[in-house]
């Protein structure tokens, strides 16, 4: 898989956490998971345009992904939250190299998104610290 | 994928031939008649004086020696790296209170600084000396400094964006990293 294809598997993948997600939080936490899922499904959109001018074949999406642990609660919807914003942005940050131009934007728009959304998770989750120094980097 | 510094890129590698075509040398060759087994014995020895580091990269005795060494396009970001960091070296000296809060942002900018500097080939960097800047004079008001940090932190994520959107291909991943890491930086200052 290309760099935007794997991009695209973690978009795809992103999508289908914050369903179990979002019915775990409440009020404003909520709306942001609201909003998250919607940014993700406007990156996929665009992901999916981008794969098919390039004449490849976007992997499609998966009828359930597994999640890396259950959420039961809110801690566990937070923490998976965090969990999802780092992985899509690890795939994000891997597109980098093997794009340039207008896909490269594209990937870096996706990395800095998610960093973003990384960090309010943190912040909401009472996660510290909020930031860290190479979003998207593998430990 | 590696997260490896390159070699440092061929403008910067040790040329020694020049000597070779000096005038000096020249003049010394027609008077003196030193032979070519002589002159050759010179470069090898000027050779073997050169760090090993300095041997690997390929091209090195075929460069022009009049091109000028291109300048570094990390350096601005290392510079940029190192004036955010001094930025809140100053308002943490004035607002103590604020530690907890920025020290985690200022340490970052400081492992940009180094991991900029180690792509790019040069020393590490130290801390550039900090300008008193209008913000340590205040020390009153907290909202304008962390105000002015978001500004500097907006406009070195649109460096760090530019520098990206432009770089090479391996340095691609590290500069989208950093802008990545200022936007939540002003995040966190919001």
């Known amino acids: ?139 | 994928m590696s997260d490896h510094p390159p070699l440092p890129p061929r403008g910067r590698r040790i040329v020694f031939t020049s000597p070779v075509r000096s005038r000096k040398l020249t003049s010394t060759w027609s008077r003196r008649k030193i032979d070519r087994r002589h002159l050759l014995r010179g470069a090898v020895v000027t050779a073997m004086a050169v760090p090993a580091a300095a041997l690997t990269g390929c091209g090195l005795l075929t460069r022009e020696p009049d091109t000028p060494p291109s300048p570094d396009p990390l350096a601005p970001l290392i510079a940029g790296a190192l004036d955010l960091a001094a930025r809140y070296e100053a308002v943490i000296a004035a607002h103590p209170e604020l530690t907890s809060r920025l020290e985690p942002l200022l340490r970052a900018h400081r492992e940009h600084a180094a991991e900029l500097a180690r792509w790019s080939g040069t020393a590490t960097p130290t801390a550039s000396p900090v300008t008193p800047s209008p913000a340590a004079s205040t020390p009153g008001d907290v909202r304008t400094l962390l105000a002015e940090l978001r500004e500097a932190e907006r406009a070195g994520q649109q460096a760090a964006v530019e520098a990206c959107r432009a770089a090479p291909a391996h340095q691609a991943a590290l500069l989208g990293s950093i802008a990545a890491a200022r936007a939540t930086h002003v995040e966190v200052l919001a």
Do not use: K, N
Request: charged share 25%.
């Open chain 1, 1 to 139: 898989m290309t760099g935007l294809a794997t991009a695209l598997a973690a978009e795809h993948a992103a999508i289908f956490a914050y369903g179990a997600i979002g019915v775990r939080l409440t009020g404003a936490e909520q709306q942001e998971a609201r909003a998250a899922e919607e940014a993700h499904r406007a990156r996929r959109d665009a992901l999916v345009v981008a794969l098919a001018t390039d004449g490849d074949s976007p992997p499609p999406t998966e009828p359930g992904y597994a999640l890396p642990f259950p959420v039961t609660d809110r801690a566990s919807a937070l923490r998976l939250a965090v969990h999802i914003e780092e992985r899509t942005a690890a795939a994000w940050r891997a597109a980098l190299r093997e794009t340039t131009g207008d896909q490269r934007a594209q990937a870096l728009d996706g990395l800095i998104d998610c960093a973003v959304r990384a960090t309010r998770w943190r912040r909401f989750a009472g996660l510290t610290p909020v930031t860290v120094p190479f979003p998207g980097r593998p430990d």
